[in-house]
Structures are given as C-alpha cells and as structure tokens.
C-alpha cells in the first residue's frame, strides 16, 4: 500500500541553524501539507502546496519557514532559524484531491531544538 | 471559539465493550469530517471520514454526524487492547479547503 515517508525520523539542532524536513508524498497524489504536533498539544496546520505553489498558510508559518517541491518526488519544509519553541513532530501529509479529501499522514520527523 | 472541540478525559472501556467517543465543531460550513488514531510517539492513522448526516459503519467502527448539532461521533464496538489509543476528530475546514482542524483528542484505554 501506497504511503507517505519522511526523513529523518529525529532531528537535534541547535538553536538558530538551519533544518530542511524531508517528506514523498503518495505518487498520483496532488496536494501536500506540513502540520506540528507540539509535545501533548494538538496538531496543528502549518501549510498547504498544490501545483508548486502555497495554497493556503497558518499563523504559524512566519518568514522562518519555506516549503518547496525540489523535484517530481520530494517535498520539504526548511526552517531558517530555528528557535526553542520549534520543537514538535513534524508531519507530511498528502491527498489526490482537495476539499474534502481524505489527507494521509507520514511517519514524521521529531525536531529537537537546544 | 475551539475550531474543533473534544472535551471527553481518558476513557476507560473492558474488553469487548463499546467505547463511545464525541466531537464538537464551529464552523457551519465544514462539510468533511475524519477521525484518526494516534498511538504515542507514531503520527495520525486514518480511522473514517464522513460526509453526509447519519451513520457510516465500517467493521468495528461507526461514526455518527449530525451537521445541525455541529456534532460528530465514533463508536468502537467489541473493544479490543490494540484500540487503545488516543483518537483524534479532524474538520475539513472550508469546501474546497484543505486545511484540517484537529481536536486535542480522546485517550481510550481498552483494559483486558
């Protein structure tokens, strides 16, 4: 069965470098997201791509954040600066269609920042 | 106003019972409702997505929406200790939207 991966499965930075999250979505799928997950807390949207471009982005999602479709496969989340607070999981998801399509959910990345 | 609201604590249900769990939403025009299950430390695992008001039953699992309440349900019949887990209900927030809103969850606990 198709799925979502994501690499690596744990990041430690240090505060203020630079971390690229790595995630392949399902291949005939065509819309991709990133949401956090906080330890305990809920998860929580960060952004939405479609056609190589953003399609609708969260609060959270300030200028520290970018996301790309580097190539056919890849899609990634790269944060500029990292802080404390940016530790969470960080998942991929993906779905074939938009609105209410169903959206399934990579492994995640667990980012911890020092 | 939560977008999405799941108020319940732990549930504790024996084995082979019915666990009944329960989500509010705000927004009126949501029109795509999911739940997932999430074990500790693993990411959300599609559970059921429901559409349209009344039940949708798939082998242990029903849920129940009801669009005029803003109401939605699952229910777990014949329990078993690998669905304790914690369940989480997610919103499609607009049509044609993709976000998803997600409630804080449910932790079921499934004792032998």
């Known amino acids: 069965e198709p799925e979502v991966t994501q690499t690596p499965s744990h990041q430690v930075t240090q505060m203020g470098q630079e971390v690229i999250l790595r995630c392949v979505p399902i291949s005939n799928h065509l819309y991709f997201y990133w949401y956090r997950q906080i330890l305990g807390q809920k998860v929580e949207f960060l952004v939405s791509?479609?056609?190589?471009?953003?399609?609708?982005k969260s609060e959270i999602f300030d200028d520290q954040f970018s996301v790309e479709r580097p190539d056919g496969s890849n899609f990634t989340l790269k944060i500029r600066s990292t802080k404390l607070e940016d530790s969470a999981m960080y998942f991929c998801?993906?779905?074939?269609?938009?609105?209410?399509?169903?959206?399934?959910f990579g492994p995640g990345t667990r980012l911890t920042v020092l | 106003q939560k977008e999405v609201e799941q108020n319940s604590g732990p549930l504790s249900v024996p084995e082979g019972a019915i666990a009944s769990l329960n989500c509010t939403y705000s927004d009126r025009g949501s029109q795509s409702f999911f739940w997932y299950r999430q074990y500790s430390g693993k990411s959300p695992e599609l559970i059921m997505f429901i559409y349209s008001n009344g039940d949708k039953e798939d082998g242990r699992f029903t849920a129940q929406l009801n669009k005029a309440s803003q109401y939605v349900s699952l229910l777990i019949r014949d329990s078993q200790p690998s669905d304790s887990a914690t369940y989480l209900c997610?919103?499609?927030?607009?049509?044609?939207?993709?976000?998803?809103?997600f409630g804080k969850g449910n932790q079921v606990v499934v004792i032998p």
């Open positions: 997610a919103v499609g927030v607009e049509w044609g939207n993709n976000r998803l809103a």
């Open positions: 791509f479609y056609n190589n471009e953003i399609s609708e």
């Open positions: 998801a993906s779905s074939e269609d938009s609105g209410t399509d169903t959206q399934y």
